[in-house]
T-cell receptor, first 113, second 116 residues
Framework: QQQVKQSPQSLIVQKGGIPIINCAYENTAFDYFPWYQQFPGKGPALLIAIRPDVSEKKEGRFTISFNKSAKQFSLHIMDSQPGDSATYFCAATTAGSARQLTFGSGTQLTVLP | EAQVTQNPRYLITVTGKKLTVTCSQNMNHEYMSWYRQDPGLGLRQIYYSMNVEVTDKGDVPEGYKVSRKEKRNFPLILESPSPNQTSLYFC???????????????FGPGTRLTVL
């Protein structure tokens, strides 16, 4: 049973577009939601993360929107660039847990020049 | 350079032949973990370790073993590999700040395993 559902599976946008990746979770005990970015041949790397006490967090061109009541969160990439082409994973965990991250299934983003 | 290293990066083996994938980190992290990545399933945790001699099962532990005899090393052992263990494997590490919930996991470059 997948506890974090991610969509879409793949996404193609033009340079400058705003891709949006969505995630929904079931476990109400989750209270930390990171996004990881993975380039081909590399391991995932932390991109941005949010706690549920805020509805939005922005770091550079990357923004997480969080809707606690709907148990959903999403990643927006402003002014997307070809260098943003990668696989993006949302994840969730519980503070004080043994750092067990539950990952979504991943979204392969392609930004066309 | 702070990093997590894995060896080998690529491995082709046959069913039943025992293998070990090594993982080492130079950041003095307490926490280490193994994941497998499969298309459409994301990353799933196999085993994790909160410190030396402390290990526990993740979501998909069947067919795998781990050990944590030293803080920096966390090898993944497949005693009798089967084709359904063909996958991309990642080791990760982090500090372990109890209650903070915001510890970043640092991933290795991955090991692509094919079991024939």
């Amino acid at each position: 049973q997948q506890q974090v559902k991610q969509s879409p599976q793949s996404l193609i946008v033009q340079k400058g577009g705003i891709p949006i990746i969505n995630c929904a979770y079931e476990n109400t005990a989750f209270d930390y939601f990171p996004w990881y970015q993975q380039f081909p041949g590399k391991g995932p790397a932390l991109l941005i993360a949010i706690r549920p006490d805020v509805s939005e967090k922005k770091e550079g061109r990357f923004t997480i929107s969080f809707n606690k009541s709907a148990k959903q969160f999403s990643l927006h990439i402003m002014d997307s660039q070809p260098g943003d082409s990668a696989t993006y994973f949302c994840a969730a965990t519980t503070a004080g847990s043994a750092r067990q991250l539950t990952f979504g299934s991943g979204t392969q983003l392609t930004v066309l020049p | 350079e702070a990093q997590v290293t894995q060896n080998p990066r690529y491995l082709i083996t046959v069913t039943g032949k025992k293998l070990t994938v090594t993982c080492s980190q130079n950041m003095n992290h307490e926490y280490m973990s193994w994941y497998r990545q499969d298309p459409g399933l994301g990353l799933r945790q196999i085993y994790y370790s909160m410190n030396v001699e402390v290990t526990d099962k993740g979501d998909v532990p069947e067919g795998y073993k781990v050990s944590r005899k030293e803080k920096r090393n966390f090898p993944l052992i497949l005693e009798s590999p089967s084709p359904n263990q063909t996958s991309l494997y990642f080791c990760a590490s982090s500090i372990l700040t109890r209650g903070a919930g915001t510890d970043t996991q640092y991933f290795g470059p991955g090991t692509r395993l094919t079991v024939l």
